[in-house]
């Protein structure tokens, strides 16, 4: 799941040692994180949507 610290808080990744990002980072849904999404102390993040690619227009096959 990909997650991004509350407002105003800095959440430390027990795994790698550091700091998640304000933009967020994927982790495991672990009870861990599950508590920290529980108690507000991080944010569930929307994966972007991929571009949609168009087309060549005017090709022939």
């Known amino acids: ?10 959440i430390r990744d027990p795994d790698l040692l550091d700091l998640i990002p304000e933009t967020g980072r994927e982790v495991p849904e672990t009870d861990y994180w599950m508590r920290r999404l529980r108690d507000k102390d991080v944010v569930l993040v929307e994966p972007a949507a991929a571009p949609v690619k168009q087309s060549a227009k005017g090709s022939t096959d």
């Not at 799941?1 to 800095?10: D, E, I, Q």
């Open 1 to 10: 799941m990909l997650v991004k610290p509350a407002n105003g808080l800095v």
